[in-house]
């Protein structure tokens, strides 16, 4: 079993920076992609960015040249960092974290970010 604990949401004003952390333990041979996923109110669940073990990066096109995603695979810790928040990118973030031969898949409890304009 896969436990994701995720850490740093929060209340930022527009233009603002927040960084998140999510800390994967339990039984995680194996792990390969690390990353986030966002769901606003009323919303379908999205990707945010993700980052593979080797240190390969892909990002949603809105967060894209303002969300930077790194990882520690020492700690089996992933992070974002947000820069130049927006009103829209308001919404729950989720950890999410798969094996490499796509055997298990884990989600986080989700953090909550707001960002007030």
């Known amino acids: 079993q896969v436990q994701l604990v995720e850490s740093g949401g929060g209340l930022v004003q527009a233009g603002g920076s927040l960084r998140l952390s999510c800390a994967a333990s339990?039984?995680?041979?194996?792990?390969?992609?690390m990353g986030w996923y966002r769901q606003a109110q009323g919303k379908q669940r999205e990707l945010v960015a993700d980052?593979?073990?080797?240190?390969?990066?892909n990002y949603g096109d809105s967060v894209k040249g303002r969300f930077t995603i790194s990882r520690d695979n020492a700690k089996n810790t992933v992070y974002l960092q947000m820069n130049s928040l927006k009103p829209e990118d308001r919404a729950v973030y989720y950890c999410?974290?798969?094996?490499?031969?796509?055997?298990?898949?884990?989600w986080g409890q989700g953090t909550q970010v707001t960002v007030s304009s």
């Open positions: 999410k974290a798969d094996h490499i031969a796509g055997t298990w898949y884990a």
């Open positions: 339990g039984s995680i041979f194996g792990m390969n992609v």
């Open positions: 980052i593979t073990s080797g240190g390969r990066t």
